[in-house]
Structure formats: C-alpha cells, structure tokens
C-alpha cells in the first residue's frame, strides 16, 4: 500500500478546472513550480461570457501542457438548473444557486477530462474560505476517490486577492483584475457572482460598477413588457408560446429581465464553512422563471403536496449549497419532486417593470381551480352546513383545554 501524496511529491499530470480568472491563471506556472508534471487546464463552457479561443491560448503560453474546452451547457440547464428549479431551492430566502450547482457539473467534466488523459492528480482554485472547495472535492470523491486533489489556496503563502495580483505580475501572467477594480466573479447562463472589494463591508450599497447583467432601474424602460412561459411537468420549454432550447429559453429571458433590471441580489450569506459573507447576485431569467413556476403549481399542485414540497425545498437548497449533488439524498428528492409536478403543465403570463416581476395571468389544462367551488354564489359542490362539524373535531382539543384550565392552578 501506497504513502498518501504529501504537499511536496511531485504529479506526473494534473487536470486544472481552469477559467482564466485571476487565481487559475497564477495556479498554472505554481503547480509548475511545486509540483512538476503536465497541467491539463480544463475549460467547461457553463454558458459564460467568454472568448474560449482566448482563454485556451492564455493557459498554454502561462504554462498548461494541453487546454480542452468541454461544452457541458445543455447538461448544466437540463441536469442541475432545471431539477434545481423544479425544487423551488432558495438558499438563505435569495440565493437562487446559481454558483452553487454549477460545481458538480464542471467538476464532473474535469474528472472525465482527468482520467481520458492518465492523470493522477485534479486541481482547483478554491480558497480556503469558501463553499467551492467542498462541492469541487465532494464531486471527486463521489466520482474519482483514487485521484489526488491539490488545492493551492490551502498550501501557498498568497493570503489575499493583493498577493495574487502581485504573484501574477512577478510572472507576467497576463489579468484582468487590478488593485482598483478587484471583483471577484462568476458567470454561467444563470447568473452572475460579484464579491470582494467594497461588496466586503455590508454596510456599503453596492457601488454602481458591480452590476453588469442588469440596468439600474431608473435607466429601465418607464413601460412594462409582458412574457409568456410555458411548462410542461415543472420544465421551461416555450417563451410566447414558441418552444425554444433550453439555452436559447434562458438567454432571452436573462436579456428581457436585465432590460428591466430584474435580478438583483445583494445578500449576506451563511457559507458551509461556518461564517457569514456578503456577496452580490444578478439572475435576470431564474427570478422570472422561479416566480412563474410557483404560481403554476399554485394552480395544479394539491395542498398537502406543496406544503411538504415547500418544506424539502430548504433541504435541496442547503444540499446543493453544501455541494451535496452526488447523493442519494438529492436523488430521492428528485423522484418527489418529478411526481409532485406531474400536472404542473401550463402557461403563466408575467408583466416586467422596474425591477419587479408581477403575476399577469395563468393557465392549465390540469388546473385545480374551480370557479364554481371558489365563488361565494352558494353550488352543490360544497355544502356550507359541513364547515360546523368540521370545525367542531378541529377545534375539539382547544375547546377542552380552556375547560378544564379553569380548575388549574394559577
């Protein structure tokens, strides 16, 4: 048997999860440094706004053996955005996840990408600090445990985003990101993550230059647009009453609710690691798409399901926050969650204004709602005379408390 690895053998080949950003692009010429080998970045298309040639060619003149792209976009919306959204997850009552379950896809893609290629270590450029580190690790171990996972962040002497700045001038390792303009973020087709910089002190507004998905409502146009999302069982498949693509459907939603500046986020949250950050979040599309989906299951879900479903929906949110995806736990969530909205099929209308999304209008083919039943005219559907017993056995354990407390000791 084997010594485990210490931070000082080297790796014969390293597969990097690498975007380009300010701590992959210093982590290549630093594995060359401690650790020898080859380092295969590993590029996944999550729907990103990015020049890919640009980002392979950074990585190889920075020091990578080999630079693959993997377009996993599709897998990301139909596997993890779309499951995810059927749940209804919210974490800490705002977060709509958008970084959170984007990890286990392109840790996924990077393990694949790692044993194709013979190698015997997978890299990220996590901190420390973070919630990354663990859904990046937890996917490994689910997929990959014999593969040896290097973390920078927790090895070298760079302690802040200055240090790193520093580190990649010393090496002329070419960055977007400057002692002024020190945002750290990530952008998939669902969202955009700002931290860092000022968005660190919770008492400051977010200054105006964080924001880059979405206008400022006072540029907003002054009259609403109305959309219409159609479902079929909880899925997005028609805007308009046009069916489209996953990624097209998210694309012009993410364009229409960033027109109205719909999206914003600014949030202090309780990271997996026990401490609180602040950070700031633009998810134009999810917001709409989160709204619409909860009035069709208004309209079709029977009460007692959405209640346990508005229940399991904290559970998947703190699962997927916690890197949890790779569980039978979220599987067997899944398998409730598809059967809870079996009928949650239909179309709602929504009216964007001002940063607001308002409810125009919804409709079902299983629609739970009944007009005759909910009028106040009286029908044969209900009889009113039922409420007395009804509320008689409900009311039964009260009713004998406030009788017998009379004889109680005060």
């Known amino acids: ?9 080297p790796a014969k080949r390293i597969a990097l999860a690498y975007s380009g950003g300010l701590d992959t692009s210093i982590i290549i010429p630093w594995l060359k440094e401690n650790y020898g080998g080859e380092i295969i970045a590993v590029i996944a298309n999550v729907g990103q706004d990015d020049d890919f040639d640009q980002v392979k060619a950074k990585a190889l003149k920075t020091g990578a053996a080999e630079a693959v792209v993997v377009d996993i976009l599709d897998e990301f919306i139909t596997g993890y955005i779309w499951p995810t959204l059927r749940a209804g997850a919210v974490y800490d009552h705002k977060y709509l996840l958008g970084t959170s379950f984007a990890r286990p896809v392109i840790a996924k893609a990077q393990v694949e990408a790692a044993l194709a290629r013979g190698c015997d270590a997978v890299a990220h450029g996590c901190t420390g600090k973070g919630n990354d580190q663990v859904r990046f690790e937890l996917t490994y171990k689910a997929l990959a445990p014999q593969l040896r996972v290097i973390a920078p962040w927790r090895e070298w002497d760079i302690r802040s985003r200055e240090d790193a700045i520093a580190y990649a001038q010393a090496h002329q390792v070419p960055i977007d990101q400057t002692l002024k303009k020190i945002y750290s973020r990530d952008q998939n087709i669902w969202h955009i993550s700002h931290e860092g910089g000022d968005l660190e002190d919770p008492a400051l507004e977010a200054p105006s230059d964080v924001w880059v998905l979405t206008r400022d409502i006072a540029d907003a146009p002054d009259q609403p647009e109305y959309v219409r999302i159609g479902f079929e069982q909880g899925t997005p498949v028609a805007l308009d009453g046009q069916a489209l693509a996953p990624a097209a459907l998210l694309r012009r939603l993410n364009e229409l609710g960033g027109k109205h500046g719909i999206g914003r986020i600014d949030l202090v949250e309780n990271r997996f690691v026990g401490m609180k950050s602040r950070g700031a979040y633009e998810t134009p ?29 904290i559970d998947y949110a703190r699962l997927v926050y916690n890197g949890l995806w790779f569980t039978p736990q979220r599987e067997a969530l899944d398998a409730f969650v598809h059967q809870a909205l079996a009928r949650a099929t239909g179309e709602v209308r929504l009216k964007l204004h001002k940063g607001h999304v308002l409810i125009a209008g919804r409709t079902s083919p299983y629609s739970l709602y009944s007009t005759t039943l909910a009028s106040f005219t009286m029908g044969e559907l209900y009889d009113q005379k039922d409420a007395e017993g009804f509320i008689n056995c409900i009311g039964l354990p009260m009713k004998m408390q406030a009788l017998l407390s009379k004889n109680w000791p005060r």
Do not use: I, W, Y
């Not at 029977?302 to 508005?310: E, L």
């Open 1 to 9: 048997m084997s010594a485990t690895p210490s931070a000082t053998t």
């Open 285 to 313: 599309g999810g917001t709409q798409l989160l709204l619409a989906l909860r009035e069709l299951e208004a309209l079709t879900v029977d009460r007692d399901t959405a209640m346990m479903k508005q229940h399991l929906a």
